[in-house]
């Protein structure tokens, strides 16, 4: 077998081993988080909660993406399992990340509201903060997947290099 066939064989298991390991890797990072969407307006919220132990965990996490964005008209709360208000953010950009703490165990709930009277399309997820060696699977595959892609750059400058020796 010619040299860049080995490459390419070899890339293809790359790319086909670190997809595998991204599907793995976001799983495990996304185990614990709620996820949720649908339309809010004035009269109408969304709320997705979870289970939190403080036990596993002292550090939740909380997103919000807003499909058409208009500013100063949505906030999300995170009610702890007493229903106490721990955070209250209005949402300035299309997206939000946010950080809170744990500290019972129960259930949190995540509150997106609208004071616009146009329902608009919204995704919320809370969970747990994900640890350093969760996340360090998602680089792993990362790093698999851009090898695998550089060997086929090999590959194709190999073959470019061929096809000019053959014209002289």
């Known amino acids: 077998m010619q ?10 298991v790359l790319i086909v081993l670190g997809l595998v390991l991204l599907v793995i890797g976001n799983q495990i990072i996304l185990e ?10 004035s009269s109408q919220e969304i709320v997705i909660s979870t289970d939190f132990n ?3 965990t002292s550090i939740g996490v909380f997103a919000v993406q807003i499909m058409d964005f208009k500013d ?3 906030t999300a709360k995170i009610l ?10 209005r949402i300035d950009s299309e997206t939000l990340e946010k950080e809170f703490e744990i500290l019972e165990s129960g259930i949190y709930k ?6 616009d009277f146009e329902e608009t399309q919204v995704f919320g997820a809370i969970g747990p903060f994900p640890d350093a060696g969760k996340k360090i699977l ?23 290099k061929n096809k000019k020796n053959q014209f002289r």
């Open 138 to 160: 998602g680089f792993i595959s990362i790093y698999v997947l851009i090898i695998g892609m550089g060997g086929l750059v090999v590959v194709a400058v190999i073959g470019i």
């Open 32 to 41: 614990g988080v709620s996820q949720g969407n649908g339309k809010v307006r």
């Open 110 to 115: 995540l509150i997106i509201q609208s004071s």
């Open 72 to 74: 100063n008209t949505f």
């Open 80 to 89: 702890d399992p007493s229903d106490i208000e721990i955070v209250s953010q």
């Open 54 to 56: 403080s036990q596993d």
């Open 3 to 12: 040299k860049s066939g080995i490459i390419v064989v070899a890339s293809g």
